[in-house]
């Protein structure tokens, strides 16, 4: 059974800090490109941040970059997400992701875990 799991969510004063975390489980981990999304209220799910199946290409989308890192630990399973200097317009539910494409195409979405910025 294919499992995302996230957590490290929570509620945070601006320009504080937030560590994300994301446990795969039910497939091959290091085949797979993984990515964190984000989804404020009323707004359209956005990418956040992705990274290849071995970490050696990585992107982020233009309103985190510098201040949020994505990384991986394929040997624990695990991608994570570093949120230094976190905004207010950060508050989102944040989704982890991973792709899959070769012959077939396979994507698993996580439960997602609500990051709230405010004083």
């Known amino acids: 059974q294919v499992q995302l799991v996230e957590s490290g969510g929570g509620l945070v004063q601006p320009g504080g800090s937030l560590r994300l975390s994301c446990v795969a489980s039910?497939?091959?981990?290091?085949?797979?490109?993984m990515s964190w999304y984000r989804q404020a209220p009323g707004k359209e799910r956005e990418l956040v941040a992705t990274?290849?199946?071995?970490?050696?290409?990585?992107n982020y989308g233009d309103s985190v970059k510098g201040r949020f890192t994505i990384s991986r630990d394929n040997a624990k399973n695990t991608l994570s997400l570093q949120m230094n200097s976190l905004k207010p317009e950060d508050t989102a539910v944040y989704y982890c992701?991973?792709?899959?494409?070769?012959?077939?195409?396979?994507?698993?979405w996580g439960q997602g875990t609500q990051v709230t910025v405010s004083s």
């Open positions: 990274i290849t199946n071995a970490g050696g290409s990585i």
């Open positions: 039910g497939f091959t981990f290091s085949n797979y490109a």
């Open positions: 992701k991973a792709d899959y494409r070769n012959v077939a195409r396979y994507t698993y």
